[in-house]
């Protein structure tokens, strides 16, 4: 009679947290993952796919799926930190791979730029640009957006007579930054 | 309300927190009235001397303008228009170094003074009371005046606020060491400042109107209580001396009690501000239509011989302003120039700086005055925690802790500190013990910070337009694909619909089926053939007999005497009779191949050169047979020069290269091929049969000395028995034609 009755209360405590998680289970479901989403706020969203990625959201997918966090080259050291932070794994640096050659310490932010005498207007870098960042026709001279181009690079390949180039951005006293070189202050430690 | 105007008019007011008491240093200019300047060789106008954009530019380069003209238009509320403080040529429109801490360029126009003066013409209004409002706010807005107490914030913004307004505040504070610009101001132009407050009266209707002047200035008190005696709303407020009492939102906790929360304007309690400055150039431009071209500027510095205030056109560089106050010699070091004050000013790095709308003071300060500004090096040393700055910031911020998460750049906290309260004013500098820069600190930090909120905009900008073209190549590809569908179902419904009506075209197909047919048996037949030498060039002669339809067939060809080859090798191996029988057929085929060639070599070389290919093909599938190999060789000798040359000159390159096409051209063929042969095996089965009947009436034909005819009189006894061989009628005929044509010829290749 014991048993029956400890069989009875055993099998109704595991049915009611049965129907409590399955019901959980709908309620709360997560569409998403948001790991990805997350992820992706920290890329720098110039869909240049020096990653190997074709843009900054799958690679946030491969990330969040076991995929290296040093190989976005356009987030630097920062976003590897960031990313590093969010996975809670040790921060690596910029995979090798995906290191400039030339002074990788110059980060002033770069934007392609047409040289419209040369261009032929063969619309291949347009094809390229992962923003639409550039204007232009079949035979007709392109040129490029500044304010929306991200200095992704992808277009300089694809031009059949090396016309694009990357060029520093301007400074201006809109982007200007205060220079502690310049100014008279000593970093203590 | 009530209650803080009883405070007020009882001379009781609240205070702010933290504040700072720094030599004040005024005693240098106060006591000078405003000097009037001769007319400068060259002005430098930047196009854009106040917070917002530039407007467009109304001149160009060696235009005449007058005093007064626009230069710029504002098309948008942000701009704010700019005008030619004198008469003169614009000699350059370029970009040259600006009133900016970063001593960056900007587009100035260049304006060589003629020294006229020339005024454009002026409509001086008589009457207040015939403009409206919004004429009025229009006048302000092409005058181009904007805030003149430092920020430089569009004045026709501030003056057209909707919302009721309690107070209007004119700031007259000045509460920065060294600068008068504003109390020489008051002292002189009371009259006029109250003026232009009457006007900005008449435009917001505020309850009360506020003017507040520290007491360190009883002159301009005492003139400002004069020119507003018998104004009722108009209360003169004489608040304490503290650095920084003119900040907006300092004043206005020090005049009302009230504190504008973070984030939030005076205008959202009810509050506007305007400098006293700016009530003039308000009055100016109102009253006696004239734009903002000049201001008050305080030159001051005890490296100066005659500091004083200076009435500066503006688009003075510094250094004509330092010549009429008197630089000394300078020894050794740099001298410093910094424009604004001593606690919130900058160096400037050029002395062709020129003066712009904000610009109320040139500090040029001697070594002994203000040491630091000549020290390359900073003295800084270890923050000791001692709490000064916390207890002078008028914001009350915890300026140490900022500091070291500035240093840290540890932006997220730099934020939730509050560092955009921050007003700059450089108080806890002032008291730091260890000489720590903490305003640098923090301006580097701002700027990092806006420029990532910056970066952060663009980057979800390019993500947003990044997913934009994802789906644009997504739908156009489904676009595509679709054309592609319908495309095909229409050929489909094109063939379905020619079928059942022209049979002649369901016979042409047929007739192509038949054609490949009997060339596979030819082919098949060709490689154990003594005589293969005629047939192979009679073959491709065939195929340029009527030219499209025999390319076509000789891709099928192709195709199949690789198939056929293989069949035949391995019936060849199986039994010696099988061979026999296609031996026999052969010459048959032969000759009615070989009667067009001749027409062949008539119509183009190139034809002969594609033969001379296909042979080859030919020569490199038979190799297995040496036999067939010999006689291919003495054929292409028999057939034309042209394959002669060709095949001499490199045989096996030739043979390769034909290879490599045919193979080409075979994979593109295979499918349709395989279709066909799906469709068309019962017509293979029953061209087999009918190839067993051509071999039959072959026989015959062999007997006969007249191959070709004789052989056409059989194809037609075959195709009498099967329909399926209406074609090689056809092909048949075709290939009459032209064999009478060349009839002769046809005859000596015979005999050959």
Redesign the interface.
Known sequence: MNILFAILVLGSIAAIFGALLGFASVRFKVDADPIVDQL?AL?????CGQCGYP??KPYAQAVADGEAINKCAPGGEDTIKKIADLMGVEVQPLDDSHVQGDAPKNNRPKVAFVIEEDCIGCTKCIQAC????IIGAAKQMHTIIID?C?GCDLCVAPCPVDCIEMRELP???H????D?TS??????D | MESIIERITRGHFWDFHGGIHPPEQKFLTSSKPIKQLTLPKQLIIPLQQHIGREGDLLVSTGDHVLKGQALTLGTNPMMVPIHAPTSGTISAIKQSVIAHASGLSQLCIFLDVDGEDTWRKRNVCPDLELLSNSDIIEKISDAGIAGMGGAGFPTHIKASSKPEINFLIINGVECEPYITSDDLLMMEHSDAIVDGINILDKLLTPAFILIAIEDNKPKAIKAMQHATAGIEKIKVCVVPTKYPAGGEKQLIQILTGQEVASGRLPIHSGIVMQNVATCFAINEAVRHDTPLLRRVVTVTGQALNKPQNVWALLGTPINFLLEQCDVQAIENDKQPVIMGGPMMGFSVSSELVPIIKTSNCILVPSKVEMPSAFEKESKEVECIRCGQCSDVCPSQLLPQELQWSAKAKDYPQLEKLNLSDCIDCGACAYVCPSQIPLVHYYRVAKAEIREQQQLDLKAEKAKVRFEARKLRLEKEKIARQEKHKKAAAARKAAMNKATPEATGAKSAVAAALARVKAKKASKGKVQTQDDTANSQTDVPADIANDQKSQVSAAIARAKAKKKLKAEAANKQLSSGKSVDEPVKSIPVKTPEIKAPQPSVDDKKAKISAAIAKAKAKKLAKSTDVAESDKITVDSIDETSVVEKTVNTDDKKAKISAAIAKAKNKALAEAKAETEAEASNEENIQSNESSDSVNSKSVTSDETSSMPSQVKSKSTNAAMDKKAKIAAAIAKAKAKKKLKEASSNDQTDQDSV
């Open positions: 992706d890329l720098p969203q110039t869909q843009g900054c992962p923003v639409d960042a929306e991200t400074d201006t006293i982007n200007w930054q205060w502690l100014i008279p202050v000593k970093q203590l």
